[in-house]
C-alpha cells in the first residue's frame, strides 16, 4: 500500500510539473527508486518545496530545465539540516528562546521569528527560519506586529522534546507528533 501511495503521490506532481502530461511508468520509477530514503509522511512536502526553490531559481534566471528527483533529494536534506547547538542568550533583549522569538500578527495568528542578536544569527542558513524570513526588528516595524510573552503550559521535558522535534522536522510535523501522542494518552 505505501508503495503505491508513493507512486500516486509521484505521479500527480510530475504531471503537474509537465503542465498536465501524464508521466511513463518508467519515469515514475526511477523518482520512485531515487528517493525511496524520504518517509512518505514527509514527500508531499519535500516535493512541493523542491518545486517551489525550483521555480524561484528559474524565475530569477539561476536555473533551467526540469525537476529532477535531485532536486527533491536536495530540499529534503536542507529542511532536515539542523542548527547544531544553538547558543543560548540570557541577556537577549528580546528574552529569545535560543534565537528564537515568538510573534503575534496584526490577524492574531502566532510566528517563530529570527531574534537579532547573537543566538539568532545561528539560524540564518535554516531553510525555515533563514535570512528570506523577518527578524524580529522587522516584524517589530509592521503594522499591529507585538511580541508574545512566553507562558508555558505544558511540562518542561514536553517543550524539550517539541523543541527538538521542531529543529528535525519542522513545527507544522512536530506539532502534529505531539497531539497525536497526547491525544493517544487520553483515556
Not at 509521484?10 to 527508486?33: D, K, M, N
Request: charged letters at 35%.
Amino acid at each position: 500500500m505505501t508503495a503505491e501511495a508513493r507512486a500516486r503521490l509521484i505521479s500527480a506532481h510530475l504531471e503537474a510539473v509537465s503542465r498536465g502530461r501524464s508521466p511513463t511508468a518508467e519515469q515514475v520509477g526511477i523518482w520512485l527508486r531515487e528517493l525511496e530514503d524520504i518517509p512518505l509522511e514527509d514527500l508531499d512536502d519535500t516535493i512541493r518545496l523542491a518545486r517551489r526553490h525550483h521555480a524561484e531559481q528559474t524565475d530569477k534566471g539561476k536555473r533551467w530545465g526540469k525537476l529532477t528527483p535531485d532536486d527533491v533529494l536536495h530540499s529534503y536534506k536542507a529542511e532536515r539540516k539542523v542548527v547544531e547547538e544553538t547558543p543560548h542568550n540570557p541577556d537577549c533583549q528580546h528574552r529569545c528562546d535560543d534565537g528564537l522569538v515568538s510573534m503575534r500578527d496584526d490577524k492574531g495568528l502566532d510566528y517563530a521569528v529570527r531574534c537579532v542578536c547573537f543566538a539568532g544569527q545561528s539560524w540564518d542558513k535554516h531553510p525555515t527560519f533563514g535570512k528570506r524570513c523577518p527578524n524580529v526588528e522587522q516584524a517589530l516595524e509592521q503594522l499591529g506586529w507585538t511580541l508574545v510573552k512566553q507562558v508555558s503550559t505544558m511540562p518542561a521535558s514536553h517543550g524539550e522534546w517539541l523543541e527538538k522535534r521542531t529543529r528535525q522536522v519542522g513545527f507544522a510535523r512536530a506539532s502534529n507528533e505531539y497531539r497525536e501522542w497526547m491525544d493517544a494518552r487520553e483515556p
